[in-house]
Every structure is written in C-alpha cells, then in structure tokens.
C-alpha cells in the first residue's frame, strides 16, 4: 500500500492542473493514468503517416491563452511554446469569398464591412462590449460557482458594456444576435461558427453569448497551438508536476474509489492495490464514471442516483485525418490563411445540422470545422505539405440518416467510412481536388474515441451537454454544481464539473482549491487528528 496526501484520477488538462495545484501547496500527490501516456483528451501523434504530426482530438487553445490558471502554471518554462495561423478563424463560401477573424479588431471589422458595408461597424460595437467587461465573464466563467468577485465586477461594468442591450445579448440565441447586429452571412458565421463549437442549438439561449466569447478571445489572443502538436501542452504539464515533486503512474487504472467511515480515503487499482490518500482525492472522469462507478451508490445520497438519471452527454463526434501533399486547394485562398475553418454557408445550415443531430438524425450536410494545421504550426507536415483534420457531430442515438446513406449509428468501420466520406464532400464544394492531395487519411468514430480516452463516451468531447439546463448550478446535475460531492476528500475534477469542456483548468484548479480549502478547516478543527498530531 501507497501511502500520500492526495490522489488524482486521470492525467488530462483538469487532473493535471489539480495534481500541479495540490504540490504547489506542498502536498505529495500520486497520479493515475490508465493510458500509456499523459494527455486525455490533449495528445498527438505521428499515427497518420511518417512525418506529419495530428493531434487526436483537440487542437486550438483559446480557452489556454486567457485561462488565469494555466497562465499561472508558467509552461513555457517546461518547454511549451505557442503558435499560430495568419488568421485566427474563417469560413469560405460559395461564391468565392472568406470571412475571416483577425487579431485585432479593426482588421476584422475591415473585411466584414467589404462583405456587407456597416457590418464592420457592428462588429466595432460587439468589441466595445467586450472590451469593457471580457475579462470580469472570462473570471465568472472560469471561477468555482458562484463566482462572487468576478460576477459583482461584471455587475459593475455591465453599464460601460452596453447595459441592458449587453444583457439582452448575454441572453439571446445566436441566431437573434446575428441577425440584430448583422445584415450579411460572412460576419453572421463568425459568430454561428464559433458558437457550434458547443452543443447549444442556434435557437437556443445561452448560444449567442458562447459564439460572443469565443470570437473576442480568439480576437484577443487568437487560437494558439502547441508548437509540435497538442501533446506538447500536457507534456508541460507532466514535467512541472514532477518537477515539483509529484508522482505518475502510468498503465495504472482506477478501479474503486476507497470510501471509509463515509470518507474518500484512497483508490484502488486494477492490479488490486490501494494508493492510500490521507487528504483528498480527485477524480478527473466524467460524471456516470464516478457516480455509481468508481463510487458504489450505497456511499452515496438516494436523491444523487434518481438525478444521474437526467444526466445528459453531449453529441458524439467524427473526426478524420489527412496528410496532403500541399495546402488546402480551396476555390480562392484567402489572403491570410485560417487556422480554423468552418464550413457552412448560412446559420440556417448550421441551425439546420444541429436540429437534426437533436432529433437523432445524422445530418445531410454536417456542419464540419476544419483545422489546417501546418499552416498554424509548420512543425506538424513537411515542407509543402499540409496536416488537416475535420470533425462533426452526430446523434449520441441515432435514429435516422438525414443523408440518406444508410449510416446505422453502430459507428463500425463501414458507419464512420460514410460519414467521413460525406464530411470530405464538404470540403470539396470549397476545395476541389482535394481528395487529389490525400496521401493517407485516419478514421475516429465514436467508438475509437472512447477506446482512446473514456472521458469521451460515445465521441462527448464536453463531458455532458452545454446546454443551459446542465449548467452553473445543474452542472453535473442539480445541486452539485461545485467540485465538492456528496462524499467528504472527493472532488470531482473534470469537465462534467462546472464550468464544463475546453481546455482551461478550470474544472481541476476548482477542485484543488476546494480540496486545499477543506483541508485547512479539517486540521483546524478541535479535536481532529491533524491538529492533535501538529500536522504541517
């Protein structure tokens, strides 16, 4: 038996944080990956074809480059570095013309007004509010519920952001805002595109302001990259954990957590030891992994295991790989290349997509963004070449093709090979002959997903859906919308846990400040062990 303070349950983003967290503090931390390496949903690799780097899943870090917990973990001194693209976003269309989002306003605010004249204005307008408030939403969102200092901020600033047409904003769908704001398609995408990069239908509440926040952060501090690909990130973070002191043990699955006297009190392991924790343990899995799982529902309250019921995951996804022989061959290039590309002409396709993907049926033309690797980090391809991925959602049920391909929903070889096909279609409208540069092509269905990271249960990249009935306080159900569980020395670490998916921290950085919090007051108690055996 392994003796520490602290046990850590799954090395992504957030179990990495939390781990780097907790040693910061002093505590001696041991790390459980089930996988051969650090990363979750955060890796890459060089699987597609020698000398091209893809990442697996995520790739853009907007969320990283304005999260204050991850800018605190000082990465760069362990080896990360950050690059990007020309452009930060953009969407081609039929007739030959790019929106495109840029690192500064003005430059976007330009070509806006070029696709449809006082649109460049509007734009002016939606930055203003940002520019105001950004950083009070950016701490609310990223701060453990309620977030009292950040929220009164953002309450004293709501005035010089627009005040109740800021309000109005925060609130509406981002159908609504787009067409209140905007008269043409190019500067409407930018927001429907960014917005779709959650779950939140176009019609929806909530899914103007998630289009409103991505769009000003990536204009603010673009959508970075880890130069070398997207392991790189959590790599940084491994080093640092261990600089500091910590342990990982990797090839180690968690199989129960330890419950004794009604306490967390170490994890079990798949080779039947138990690392023992005297303080707390963190578990950074999705919630039904925990509830119920890694934690028998006698440990737990009856009302706990009636609300897991309601749990909702996000949509599963299809993710394809390419390694081209030269760039993109889209109809026009744009004159500065995007790293993220979305492909939809019109948010009523982008509406449309999601609608379809609601009623379980897998849609006929996918709304599919599009990363161009090499072009935001030269590292990812040889010389001329390109590294390119695409991904799209689908029905977590699927009861219907929309597309009238005969797609099952089993997500076999046969399943994702259509659905792949159907998504590359997508990129041919706007890219001719791009099938001519395919030197090697790699599937992720739904199901490869999860074998690669079980977070990710039927392709979920969010860890539960996005939408407002499982958030802030609802997240991951009604009740529990802090790290702390219904069990004393557990914290729930990941992205079922407020304020969701992304790669920002900030579900693992809450769950260490509550463990650490929770701790103080335990050894500060009369009577306690702690206190009476003067633990430091």
């Given at each position: 038996m392994t003796?520490?303070?602290?046990?850590?349950i799954g090395s992504g983003p957030n179990g990495l944080v939390a781990a780097n967290l907790l040693a910061d503090a002093g505590w001696d931390v041991v790390l459980l990956e089930a996988q051969d390496g650090v990363g979750?949903?955060?890796?890459?690799?060089?699987?597609?074809?020698d000398g091209f780097v893809h990442d697996t899943f995520s790739s853009f870090y907007p969320l990283a480059a304005v999260s204050p917990t991850i800018q605190r973990l000082g990465l760069e001194r362990h080896g990360l570095a950050w690059s990007h693209a020309p452009a930060v976003?953009?969407?081609?269309?039929?007739?030959?013309?790019?929106?495109?989002?840029?690192?500064?306003?003005?430059?976007?605010?330009?070509?806006?007004?070029?696709?449809?004249?006082?649109?460049?204005?509007?734009?002016?307008?939606?930055?203003?509010?940002?520019?105001?408030?950004?950083?009070?939403?950016?701490?609310?969102?990223?701060?453990p519920f309620p977030p009292v200092r950040n929220g009164l901020g953002a309450l004293a600033k709501v005035r010089a952001a627009g005040g109740l047409s800021f309000l109005k904003l925060a609130l509406s769908p981002a159908r609504s805002v787009a067409d209140?704001?905007?008269?043409?398609?190019?500067?409407?995408?930018?927001?429907?595109?960014?917005?779709?990069?959650?779950?939140?239908?176009?019609?929806?509440?909530?899914?103007?302001?998630?289009?409103w926040i991505l769009i000003m952060m990536g204009q603010q501090a673009g959508f970075p990259v880890p130069t070398g690909g997207a392991g790189m990130l959590t790599a940084a973070m491994a080093r640092r954990f261990e600089t500091a002191g910590g342990t990982v043990r990797l090839g180690c699955r968690a199989t129960e957590v330890v419950v004794r006297d009604g306490r967390a009190v170490g994890?079990?392991?798949?080779?039947?030891?138990?690392?023992?924790?005297t303080r707390a343990?963190?578990?950074?899995?999705a919630a039904p992994a925990l509830y119920g799982g890694l934690v028998a529902w006698h440990h737990l309250p009856d009302r706990l295991r009636r609300r897991?019921?309601?749990?909702?995951w996000d949509p599963g996804t299809v993710k394809v790989d390419w390694a081209l022989d030269g760039p993109v061959p889209w109809r026009h290039q744009p004159d500065k290349t995007p790293g993220t590309v979305h492909l939809g002409e019109s948010v009523d396709e982008v509406a449309l997509a999601g609608a379809q993907v609601s009623a379980g049926a897998v849609p006929e033309r996918p709304f599919v963004l599009v990363g161009q690797m090499a072009a935001a980090d030269p590292t990812r391809a040889p010389a001329g070449a390109e590294s390119v991925w695409a991904y799209s959602h689908v029905p977590q049920q699927v009861r219907s093709d929309a597309g009238g391909a005969g797609i099952r929903g089993v997500w076999d070889h046969d399943d994702v090979e259509r659905m792949a096909d159907r998504m590359q279609a997508r990129i041919e409208e706007y890219a001719p002959g791009f099938g001519d540069r395919v030197l090697a092509r790699r599937l992720l269905g739904p199901r490869e997903m999860q074998e690669r990271d079980e977070n990710l249960v039927g392709g979920a990249l969010n860890g539960g859906t996005a939408s407002l009935q499982q958030q802030l306080v609802f997240?991951?159900?009604?009740?529990?919308?802090?790290?702390?569980?219904?069990?004393?020395?557990?914290?729930?670490?990941?992205?079922?846990?407020?304020?969701?998916g992304g790669v920002h921290g900030a579900c693992g950085s809450n769950a260490a400040r509550a463990a650490l919090a929770h701790d103080r007051v335990r050894r500060l108690r009369p009577g306690s062990r702690t206190t009476q055996e003067g633990t430091p």
């Open positions: 003796r520490t303070d602290a046990v850590v979750g949903a955060v890796r890459s690799d060089s699987g597609v074809r976003a953009g969407t081609p269309f039929a007739d030959g013309s790019w929106a495109l989002l840029h690192r500064t306003a003005e430059e976007t605010a330009a070509g806006l007004d070029a696709l449809a004249p006082g649109d460049g204005d509007a734009w002016l307008e939606l930055c203003r509010g940002w520019d105001a408030i950004g950083d009070q939403v950016v701490g609310a969102l990223l701060s209140r704001y905007f008269s043409g398609d190019g500067a409407k995408m930018l927001l429907a595109g960014n917005a779709a990069h959650a779950d939140i239908s176009m019609d929806a509440p909530g899914s103007g302001m998630m289009g994890v079990r392991t798949e080779h039947g030891d138990v690392v023992e924790a343990v963190v578990a950074d899995v897991m019921r309601g749990f909702e997240r991951p159900v009604p009740g529990l919308g802090r790290a702390e569980t219904p069990v004393p020395g557990l914290y729930l670490g990941s992205a079922s846990a407020h304020p969701g």
